[in-house]
Each structure stands twice: as structure tokens, then as C-alpha cells.
């Protein structure tokens, strides 16, 4: 699969699985997760609390998204901490859901948020 290829699944996907290494235990831990593109950047978040995925990728960026077909791509977390664009996933219309479960301005300011880098896609 080329790299186009892979990054036409990336940006239909919103379920996702992501695998990341356990803080404290060092191993493998897989979920499932949204992940949103927004204004041509990868997006997870949450709603406000404590998440084991956001503590791990806190300790350890590195982590492993895995997609349709069978693709697993590697992929770095950065914590998004510029309130303006944490504002904008907030409020993009498929992220509408998180708006009924907290107030605007509680999501900005505590839920985890971490952009995702996909070293293998640069330039494509």
C-alpha cells in the first residue's frame, strides 16, 4: 500500500485502535479510540478525568494506530496544549458529541488532547 493510499484511510477514520506502551508496566496496550482530523491535523481526545492512554503517551509519545486493511502505522503523540486550536476541536461539527457531556470552556481547559505526527507520511 502506498503512502497516499494509506492516507485516504486516514481521514475517513474516526474508531480507531491505537496500541501504546503502559507507563508503569512498559507493555503493549490496545484500545479503541476516536481520532478526528481537524483542519488536516490527527486529533485524540477525551472527555475531562484522568486516561491511562493519555498518561502512557505522556511518558511514551510513541504509539501504533491501527486502521483498516490490516495498516498499522507508527505514530507520534504531542500533548496539544494552544487553547485556540483545542477550541476548533471542540467545536468542528463531527465533534458534536462532546459538547453533551461538558461545557465548552471545561473541555478546552482539562480533557486530554494529543496530535499525532505519522513519521512515514511526511511530504505525501
Do not use: C
Amino acid at each position: 500500500m502506498t503512502p497516499t493510499e494509506i492516507k485516504h484511510l486516514l481521514s475517513p477514520a474516526m474508531t480507531v485502535d491505537i496500541t501504546t506502551t503502559g507507563r508503569q508496566s512498559r507493555q503493549p496496550r490496545r484500545i479503541e479510540i476516536w481520532m478526528f482530523e481537524i483542519g488536516g491535523r490527527y486529533v485524540i481526545t477525551g472527555t475531562p478525568g484522568p486516561r491511562d492512554w493519555y498518561a502512557n503517551l505522556l511518558a511514551e509519545p510513541a504509539l501504533t494506530v491501527h486502521l483498516d486493511q490490516g495498516v498499522e502505522l507508527a505514530a507520534v503523540a504531542s500533548p496539544v496544549r494552544d487553547v485556540n486550536f483545542r477550541r476548533s476541536v471542540f467545536t468542528a461539527p463531527h465533534t458534536s458529541w462532546y459538547l453533551t457531556q461538558t461545557a465548552l470552556d471545561d473541555l478546552i481547559a482539562t480533557s486530554p488532547m494529543v496530535e499525532l505526527s505519522f513519521p512515514s507520511l511526511r511530504g505525501v
